[in-house]
């Protein structure tokens, strides 16, 4: 569980990362998950890797969105099952909870970086793959697109990860329940239905389409953008009164920023908006 021999340099449209691929283009980041073999599973490398990408994200202000998405018609089958699940088996409780810990710092990243992410989710999308596609702010999905936490699958808990935490506020607690006592399948159609997914696409343009959303994204005022991602995830845990009072805060910071000024601006000259980010 080593760090890898990688560090994320920035900026990251020069970065080569060992564990996944990375684009940059239009301000877009896209994160393919490229272990198509073997349904892009993650290995201890690939998490940390995966980890300090993000992490690099909210460092990187050419980067205003991100995609994340796998190779080969698969989003991803989850931790490895060689690579992760057998050298487990063998681990001590110190290492065990170093693992554990590791694996929710990449959910920690995800949530903490800055820019928005969609997650462009195509055949199997189980594990920790299926937790990947809910840390993302917006899911795409192909018809056939199937997503599993399959914790309780291998006798464990569905305490993985965030996703009790996170999975219900998304589909609702008696349905996240569902899933995570069972380790059943979600198809598509439940997925959109619940609210997991925003819209199914064929397979020809889910990435296409969720790179779109995400330069949609991109083009628009970052800063707030930033701050709305921020508020959905303090305001979890705030009463109704305390977030009206956080976001009367951070509205007056939009206020304070160029890009408000440009939009009103534009408004009164009837043209569309440029956003600079500032």
């Known amino acids: 569980m080593s760090r890898p021999a990688n560090p994320v340099t920035l900026p990251l449209a020069d970065y080569t990362p060992k564990h996944f691929l990375l684009a940059v283009v239009d301000h877009v980041a896209t994160v393919t998950l490229n272990r198509p073999e073997r349904k892009n599973p993650l290995t201890f490398e690939s998490y940390r890797e995966l980890t300090d990408f993000f ?40 290492g065990l909870t170093a693992f ?36 993302s702010d917006m899911r795409l999905a192909t018809g056939g697109a199937k997503v599993a936490f399959l914790f309780n699958k291998v006798g464990l808990a569905g305490c993985d990860m965030g996703a009790c935490a996170i999975l219900p506020r998304i589909i609702g607690q008696s349905r996240a329940s569902e899933l995570l006592y069972t380790g059943r399948f979600m198809t598509a159609e439940e997925g959109e239905r619940w609210g997991f997914f925003s819209r199914i696409v064929t397979p020809d343009q889910v990435l296409p389409q969720a790179q779109l959303l995400a330069k949609q994204v991109a083009e628009g005022p970052n800063f707030a953008n930033t701050m709305t991602k921020r508020m959905l995830a303090m305001e979890w845990a705030m009463s109704i009164e305390e977030a009206i009072e ?8 939009c206020m304070t920023t160029a890009d408000f000024e440009r939009a009103f601006e534009a408004f009164a000259n009837k043209v569309k908006p440029v956003f600079q980010g500032n």
């Open 246 to 253: 956080a976001e009367a805060v951070a509205q007056a910071l």
């Open 100 to 135: 554990t810990r590791m694996t929710g710092d990449l959910v920690k990243a995800m949530r903490a970086c800055p820019q928005p992410i969609v997650a462009a989710v195509e055949g199997i999308c189980a594990g920790a793959g299926a937790i990947v596609a809910m840390a």
């Open 55 to 94: 992490r690099a994200c909210a460092f990187d202000e050419e980067v205003k969105a991100i995609v994340v998405t796998g190779a080969g018609g698969n989003f991803s089958s989850g931790g490895d099952v060689f690579e992760i699940i057998g050298p487990l088996v063998k681990m001590d409780t110190k």
